[in-house]
């Protein structure tokens, strides 16, 4: 095994390991373009993971300094010169596919912003943390997958979006944890739910229907992404279903119980993963 294909090893272990849902679609993609994305899934889930660690009693200057030196990494890498298994996998990622590094500086940015940020008063506010650690994603992603025309960028956006408002929606009571609310301020005034109630994990139907509300959001941005697969490289298709398909679904399973997000983090089993690559073999859309 090579220096390189090590590193490629431990791109996949990561991804394997932190990004379940995603790493069911990276499976289908091929080989080269499975690999970059592993790649770049690992320097973002390394940047994330430094972020949240300034929860756990880590100064947020010691955090910020490890978020600064693991962008000059990434300056390392884009400079042909990597040091760290992750960027030495993703250099020779960027020798096929043209990946834009802003990208990566804009899920930096979005990790920083998690440092020091943890109410949203607006929708727009939540769309523009959005934009920096999902909407980035998707344009490495594209990047790596293949696309016809520029209007694969903004359904992408879409996709992204979606990806990241059940994130928001699912992970309510995993994120008190880190006393983080991502849910806007102002929703909470519209449904008459007070952020000692989201903190103290109240459950009635005042949250249940904000739950529902975020849930039926997030399924809209869903159907606005469904002409990105039509857009993609034919051999990225299935794969980039499959990731969809498994938010979405997690999306349902939260219809039938949206008070679940209180009490606890929902995840598919791996039957019911299976069965989402049967369904959407047969019907190929998100939702």
Known sequence: MTAIDDAYDQCRAIAHKHGANFSVGFR?????????????????????????????????????????????ELDACYEGHPAHPITIALADALTRFAIPKSAFIALIDGCRQDMVKSRYETFEELLHYCDLVATSISDISLAIFGYKSERALEYGRNLATALQLTN???????????????????????FGVSEEEILGRVENDRVRTLIEFQIARAERYFREAEPLLQ??????????????????????????????????RLSLTKLQKVMVVGTRMLRPHFV
């Open 231 to 264: 857009e993609l490289d034919f051999d990225a298709r299935f794969g980039v279903l499959l990731m969809g398909g498994i938010y979405a679904t997690v999306l349902s399973k939260l219809r039938k119980d949206p008070l679940v997000v209180i009490r606890r």
């Open 168 to 190: 928001v929606t699912r992970d309510v009571g995993d994120d008190l944890a880190r006393d983080r609310i991502y849910l806007p301020r102002e929703e909470l005034r519209q």
């Open 28 to 72: 289908f993609l091929p080989r080269a373009k499975r690999r970059a994305v592993y790649a770049a899934y690992a320097y973002c889930r390394v940047a994330d993971d430094i972020a949240d660690e300034v929860d756990q009693a880590v100064s947020l200057d010691d955090t910020a300094q490890r978020l600064d030196a693991w962008q000059r």
